[in-house]
T-cell receptor, first 116, second 115 residues
């Protein structure tokens, strides 16, 4: 089956630093990837939609200058949290749409970010 | 925008018994997909079952089945012969049938299985 990986699986960073999270489709091409954020005991909330070769589309209330998204290839999208603060601590999950399978979507395993 | 509502924050079921998780949604689209995802403590999203809106027949996957009522915009999940490994958070989700559209998730139902 289709596999989506995320790296790192967990990261701890100091307040004010930046951290990059990678989302890769391992065995299919993904023209579109989605980034979600999940707080403890809450649902997944869409942050942005990432399309290969174009600018990401951010949901209302998501700071695009803080959460930089780059979708440079058909298998890789990155989310960079800039100048991280403790309130950015969360679980970040990506999903990738397989253009070769009627845009079926597959989730990555998630990245737990802790900002100290 | 589409909305998905799960009115049961928590549910519990005795092992080997049957439990039904509720989900309603709101949409003006005619073509869409509905999903139930399981999220265990590892936080990996695991697809349990999916339903295409154009199909009248309810989807089934082994012990998991759905009751899809399109007119009522209802999509409940029935888990039969519950097992300890079924304990998890369950999310109902909606996705448009258009290419590359995002999921809309409900707030989730935490299922406890009692031995």
């Amino acid at each position: 089956g289709a596999v989506v990986s995320q790296h790192p699986s967990r990261v701890i960073c100091k307040s004010g630093t930046s951290v990059k999270i990678e989302c890769r489709s391992l065995d299919f091409q993904a023209t579109t990837m989605f980034w979600y954020r999940q707080f403890p005991k809450q649902s997944l909330m869409l942050m942005a939609t990432s399309n290969e070769g174009s600018k990401a589309t951010y949901e209302q209330g998501v700071e695009k200058d803080k959460f930089l998204i780059n979708h440079a290839s058909l298998t890789l999208s990155t989310l960079t949290v800039t100048s991280a603060h403790p309130e950015d601590s969360s679980f970040y999950i990506c999903s990738a749409a397989d253009r070769g399978s009627s845009y079926e979507q597959y989730f990555g395993p998630g990245t737990r970010l802790t900002v100290t | 925008a589409q909305t998905v509502t799960q009115s049961q924050p928590e549910m519990s079921v005795q092992e080997a018994e049957t439990v039904t998780l509720s989900c309603t949604y709101d949409t003006s689209e005619s073509d869409y997909y509905l999903f139930w995802y399981k999220q265990p403590p590892s936080r990996q999203m695991i697809l349990v079952i999916r339903q295409e809106a154009y199909k009248q027949q309810n989807a089934t996957e082994n012990r998991f089945s759905v009751n899809f009522q399109k007119a009522a915009k209802s999509f409940s999940l029935k888990i039969s012969d519950s097992q300890l490994g079924d304990a998890a958070m369950y999310f109902c989700a909606y996705r448009s049938a258009f290419a590359g559209n995002q999921f809309y998730f409900g707030t989730g139902t935490s299922l406890t299985v009692i031995p």
